[in-house]
T-cell receptor, first 112, second 116 residues
Framework: GNSVTQMEGPVTLSEEAFLTINCTYTATGYPSLFWYVQYPGEGLQLLLKATKADDKGSNKGFEATYRKETTSFHLEKGSVQVSDSAVYFCALSPTGRRALTFGSGTRLQVQP | DTGVSQDPRHKITKRGQNVTFRCDPI?????LYWYRQTLGQGPEFLTYFQNEAQLEKSRLLSDRFSAERPKGSFSTLEIQRTEQGDSAMYLC??????????????FGQGTRLTVV
């Protein structure tokens, strides 16, 4: 079946530190891959996506590259801010299906 | 456009009671999804509508759960004979008809159900 595995949190960083949140997946075919973010008190929002191998999704300084050979979609940001504190979810949409399969989420806490 | 709207935001019910949640998707979004999220976990897919047709249901959706989207606009999710294990956040999302599997889903803020 389809599954997404994320690194467990919380991840605690100082402002301006480099961020990596690991995500690996299991799926047949060529799924689309997503990172969603949930800020405190808000609903899930799409952060970035990639729909085919070697695509790089980017938004708000965050990046992730679709690596089919390692079945990974790691999230990175060069310099985090306090406002990036949130829960980050990696997700996939299998080929030919609409439903998203989510990882368990990684809480990021950025300290000033 | 105010985004995906869910009502109520919070619901506390006694075990054994029935509850119904409502979701209003973004207007003109043909696709509507329900997910369930428990504490510390990611959302789990429950069911998916395209217009008024329910095209997919998860095995998580037991016989006590039923979802409808009668006119292809708003949707309701009903849970009959609630159990404590039903306590969770119920999320609704919508997306436009165009586009393939990479189409963004827009999520509501959810309905938090507590069964006591």
């Amino acid at each position: 079946g389809n599954s997404v595995t994320q690194m467990e949190g919380p991840v605690t960083l100082s402002e301006e530190a480099f961020l990596t949140i690991n995500c690996t997946y299991t799926a047949t075919g060529y799924p689309s891959l997503f990172w969603y973010v949930q800020y405190p008190g808000e609903g899930l929002q799409l952060l970035l996506k990639a729909t085919k191998a070697d695509d790089k999704g980017s938004n708000k300084g965050f990046e992730a590259t679709y690596r089919k050979e390692t079945t990974s979609f790691h999230l990175e940001k060069g310099s985090v801010q306090v406002s990036d504190s949130a829960v980050y979810f990696c997700a996939l949409s299998p080929t030919g299906r609409r439903a998203l399969t989510f990882g368990s989420g990684t809480r990021l806490q950025v300290q000033p | 456009d105010t985004g995906v709207s869910q009502d109520p935001r919070h619901k506390i019910t006694k075990r054994g009671q029935n509850v119904t949640f409502r979701c209003d998707p973004i207007s003109e979004h043909n696709r509507l999804y329900w997910y369930r999220q428990t504490l510390g976990q990611g959302p789990e897919f429950l069911t998916y509508f395209q217009n008024e047709a329910q095209l997919e249901k998860s095995r998580l959706l037991s016989d006590r759960f039923s979802a409808e989207r009668p006119k292809g606009s708003f949707s309701t999710l009903e849970i009959q004979r609630t159990e404590q294990g039903d306590s969770a956040m119920y999320l609704c999302a919508s997306s436009p008809l165009r586009g393939g599997g990479g189409t963004e889903a827009f999520f509501g803020q959810g309905t938090r159900l507590t069964v006591v």
